[in-house]
Nanobody, 115 residues
Framework: QVQVVESGGDLVQAGGSLRLSCAVS????????IDWYRQAPGKQRDWVAN???????NYLDSVKGRFTISRDNAKNLVYLEMNSLKPEDTAVYYC?????????WGRGTQVTVSS
């Protein structure tokens, strides 16, 4: 069974930093692509960043230069380092892995950025 668990969300002040973690089990982690999404209250879930099995990264334009996605294959972990946080970054952040054509989502972790 595939399990995806996010952690690290917190309340931070504008300009601060957070590192989110995504722990994945039940897949061959080394060949997986992991995505981060976020969803603010009353809004759709938006894609934020991903990292492929080879380490290639992609980012939403509004987070480029501020967020960094990385992975530690030895620990089956993906990180989202978030710097220079803005109130508009406030959302529930979700981690997703695709395995055998199906999407597996974590339950999300809340990030709140105060002004």
């Amino acid at each position: 069974q595939v399990q995806v668990v996010e952690s690290g969300g917190d309340l931070v002040q504008a300009g601060g930093s957070l590192r989110l973690s995504c722990a994945v089990s039940g897949v061959i982690f080394e060949i997986s692509t992991i995505d981060w999404y976020r969803q603010a209250p009353g809004k759709q879930r938006d894609w934020v960043a991903n990292i492929t099995h080879s380490g290639t990264t992609n980012y939403l334009d509004s987070v480029k230069g501020r967020f960094t996605i990385s992975r530690d294959n030895a620990k089956n972990l993906v990180y989202l380092e978030m710097n220079s946080l803005k109130p508009e970054d406030t959302a529930v952040y979700y981690c997703k892995v695709i395995w055998y054509g199906a999407d597996y989502w974590g339950r999300g972790t809340q990030v709140t950025v105060s002004s």
